[in-house]
């Protein structure tokens, strides 16, 4: 659903919810109703430009050492229990990190990415959704999450001695995929 904000001299500005900034479409017949089409094309692209601000980001921590609980918006950090005397990232720390450089915010944990974004078919993933694996159906949520590279290919944290890395997505685990924003 689009809001339109406002509208001045022919201009519609829209909510975004990438960033802190709204998405401005120019209309030249000043008719709110055609903005939407504007709009739709200007919130794709922004879209797609998130999605490699935080490709990038979650790419460059390759090397970083797995630490449980560790990472968040603000990047690598101890983690807690097991991983707390390591600087590092837990696989949803990864990927809020790699969101947050983005302007996104998707929550702290597997579960709560898994909430967070549009649920889309496997055959419609693209560089930068979020790509998920449950081993126990019977818990409440996912409980691993890594970041699409392309369509054989993820960023992820994977597990407490390793480090971020690039590993493939096809696993008999997979859960599904979610495009934040």
Same mark, same amino acid.
């Given at each position: ?6 509208m001045?001299?022919? /201009? ?7 960033? *802190?900034?709204?998405?401005? @479409?120019?209309c030249? $017949?000043?008719d709110? %109703? ?8 200007? @919130?794709?692209?922004m ?5 490699g601000? %935080?490709l990038?980001? %979650?790419? $460059?921590m390759?090397? =970083? *050492?797995?630490? /449980?609980?560790?990472?968040?918006v603000?990047?690598?950090s ?5 991983g707390? #005397?390591?600087r ?5 720390g !990864?990927?809020?990190?790699?969101? @947050?450089? %983005?302007?996104?915010?998707?929550g702290r944990t597997?579960?709560?990415? /898994? ?7 496997r055959?419609? !993933?693209?560089?930068?959704? !979020?790509?998920?694996?449950d081993? $126990?159906?019977?818990?409440?949520g *996912? ?7 392309d369509?054989e ?14 590993e *493939?997505l096809?696993?008999?685990t997979?859960?599904g995929? =979610? #495009?934040?924003?």
């Amino acid at each position: 659903m689009l809001i339109l904000m406002a509208m001045t001299g022919g /201009w519609c500005t829209f909510p975004e919810i990438i960033g *802190p900034t709204a998405v401005m @479409a120019r209309c030249a $017949d000043q008719d709110p %109703a055609r903005c939407g089409s504007t709009y739709s094309h200007a @919130a794709e692209r922004m879209r797609y430009a998130a999605s490699g601000t %935080a490709l990038r980001a %979650a790419m $460059d921590m390759i090397g =970083v *050492p797995y630490s /449980w609980g560790g990472g968040g918006v603000h990047g690598p950090s101890r983690g807690v229990g097991r991983g707390a #005397r390591t600087r590092g990232f837990d696989c949803s720390g !990864l990927t809020q990190y790699a969101w @947050a450089s %983005a302007g996104v915010l998707i929550g702290r944990t597997a579960r709560q990415q /898994w909430r967070h974004g549009t649920r889309v078919p496997r055959e419609q !993933l693209r560089p930068g959704d !979020l790509v998920f694996y449950d081993s $126990d159906p019977r818990q409440r949520g *996912p409980e691993h999450v890594g970041l699409v590279v392309d369509g054989e290919h993820m960023v992820n944290a994977p597990f407490t001695g390793a480090s971020v890395r690039v590993e *493939p997505l096809d696993r008999p685990t997979f859960k599904g995929v =979610v #495009r934040p924003g």
